[in-house]
C-alpha cells in the first residue's frame, strides 16, 4: 500500500520540466519506483509551512481530513492511465449507488459542488440548451424556497446558478410561497433544529406540489446510517461531503437520489463546456479515491471507532479537569459533526489565561495543536487524530491551562 508519506516521496521522484512538475511523466514504471524510495522532500516544511495536529474538526480552511493508504493508492493508480471521463463516472455512480442503496449518484465537486449542479438539473432537465443558459434564468422555473434559519452563506451555491431564495419561516408560508416559477425545495440538515417544518412535513409538501426536494448533509457522517436515510425517507437529492467524515479527497462530494436529476445534473459536468458547472471538475483520480474511501468507511467497525473517540476525549478531559478551578464537558452534536466533543472552560481567578489565549498557545506550541471555541470556552474532538496524538494534546493542554 502506498502511505501519504510514499506519496510524497513518488512525487518528489517524479522529473521537473520548466520549473514544474510534468504530470504527464507520472508513468507507472516512474511511481512504482518511487514508492520503494527514501523519502527527499518535506513539502510543507520546504514552503514554509507549519502542520499541526487536528484537535478541531473537519474544517476546510484546516484542509479537512486525511486520506487512508488505499485511498491515496487509489489516486496514484488513477494517474497512471487514460479513461473516459463520463464512462468512469457511470460505473462509479452506479457502483456508489449499489452500495448505498439509492437509485443513482455522482461523485461531485464537494457538497457545495453537488447543490450547484443538482439544482441546475432540476432547472433544466436533459435540455443541453437550457443548460447552456444558465445562471441566466430567464424564463425558467428559478426559485429555491428555503426556511428562515437554513438560510446561511453555503446558499450561495444556488445563487450561482440564478436562483432566487425564498425565504419563509413555516409549512403554512410555504406553501403559500410555491408558484409557477418553484424550482426545488431546500434543506440544510445541520439547522434542523433552527427551523419549524421538519422532514415528514416538507418532504409531505413537495411531493404535494412535484416539487423535488434537496438536503445538504455536508458534514453529517457520521453516523454512516445517514448515508442511506436521507434517500429512503423519500428526499429528491442528497448531498455529502467527500473528504470530512468519510475521508475521501478534500474538493470531492456525493450527490445522492433520483437517477433522473442526477443524470440532469451530470450535463452540467466536465467534460461537457458551456455549464454552469464546467469549473466543477472532478478528476479520474478524486472518482476512484472517493469510492474507494466510501467503500472503507461503510466497512468499518463503527462502533469500535465511536469507543475510541470516547475513550481519548475521557483522557483529555481528565487531564484539564486536573487543573485546579477547570470544568469540562464531554457532548455530542446531533446533527453535523456529530463525534464525542469537549468543551472547556474555566475560573478566570483561577486559571489565568484566556480561552483565546490558550488556543493561541496551543496553535504557536509544539507540537502546534488546532483547536476551536470562543471568548469562554475551548473546543477539542479527536476523530481527525492519529491514534496516540489525543495524549500529546492532553499534556499540552494540562501546561498551557497551568501556565507553564
Known amino acids: ?37 527514501p523519502a527527499k522532500r518535506n513539502f510543507f516544511k520546504e514552503l514554509g509551512l507549519r502542520t499541526f495536529i487536528n484537535a478541531a474538526g473537519t474544517y476546510t480552511s484546516m484542509t479537512g481530513s486525511l486520506m487512508s493508504e488505499e485511498v491515496t493508492s487509489a489516486i496514484v ?23 448505498l442503496q439509492c437509485e443513482y449518484a455522482t461523485v461531485s465537486s464537494g457538497a457545495f459542488g453537488a447543490m450547484s449542479i443538482g439544482l441546475a438539473g432540476v432547472i433544466s432537465g436533459m435540455d443541453s440548451e437550457i443548460a447552456a443558459q444558465l445562471p441566466d434564468t ?72 412535484n416539487i423535488p426536494t434537496f438536503i445538504d448533509c455536508a458534514a453529517d457522517v457520521p453516523p454512516v446510517e445517514n448515508l442511506f436515510k436521507f434517500t429512503k425517507m423519500g428526499f429528491d437529492l442528497v448531498a455529502f461531503s467527500g473528504g470530512k467524515g468519510i475521508r475521501g ?23 461537457r463546456g458551456s455549464t454552469i458547472g464546467r469549473g466543477m471538475k472532478v478528476n479520474k483520480e478524486e472518482v476512484l479515491g472517493m469510492l474507494v474511501a466510501l467503500e472503507l468507511y461503510l466497512a468499518k467497525d463503527h462502533e469500535k471507532e465511536w469507543e475510541l473517540w470516547e475513550n481519548q476525549i475521557k483522557l483529555i478531559s481528565d487531564s484539564a479537569l486536573s ?34 489565549e490558550a488556543r493561541k498557545k496551543l496553535m504557536e506550541g509544539h507540537p502546534a495543536i488546532a483547536t476551536v471555541g470562543d471568548k469562554e470556552t475551548i473546543g477539542i474532538t479527536t476523530w481527525m487524530m492519529d491514534p496516540g496524538q489525543e495524549r500529546i494534546v492532553a499534556k499540552r493542554l494540562k501546561e498551557v491551562l497551568e501556565n507553564v
Request: positive net charge; charged residues 20%.
Open 323 to 356: 487543573v485546579k478551578g477547570v470544568q469540562t464537558e464531554i457532548h455530542v452534536p446531533p446533527y453535523a459533526n456529530h463525534v464525542p466533543s469537549l468543551r472547556i472552560k474555566w475560573d478566570s481567578n483561577l486559571v489565568k489565561i484566556s480561552p483565546e
Open 138 to 209: 430567464t424564463g425558467l422555473k428559478h426559485e429555491v424556497i428555503i426556511q428562515e434559519g437554513h438560510n446561511i452563506g453555503y446558499t450561495h451555491a444556488l445563487l450561482n446558478v440564478g436562483a432566487k431564495l425564498v425565504v419563509v419561516k413555516t409549512a403554512k408560508e410555504m406553501e403559500k410561497a410555491i408558484n409557477k416559477n418553484t424550482a426545488m425545495l431546500w434543506f440544510l440538515n445541520a439547522n434542523t433544529d433552527n427551523g419549524e417544518i421538519k422532514y415528514d412535513e416538507f418532504l409531505a409538501i413537495g411531493k404535494k406540489h
Open 77 to 99: 493508480f488513477g494517474a497512471t492511465e487514460y479513461v473516459d471521463l463520463d464512462d468512469l463516472q457511470d460505473k462509479v455512480g452506479e457502483r456508489i449507488a449499489e452500495l
Open 1 to 37: 500500500m502506498l502511505s501519504r508519506r510514499k506519496l510524497l516521496k513518488t512525487l518528489s521522484s517524479v522529473p521537473v520540466v520548466g520549473g514544474l512538475v510534468g504530470t504527464g511523466l507520472l508513468t507507472p514504471q516512474l511511481l512504482g519506483a518511487a514508492v520503494s524510495q
Open 249 to 271: 479527497p478534500q474538493s470531492a462530494g456525493l450527490l445522492l437520489g433520483k437517477k433522473d436529476l442526477i443524470k440532469a445534473a451530470r450535463i452540467h459536468c466536465p467534460p
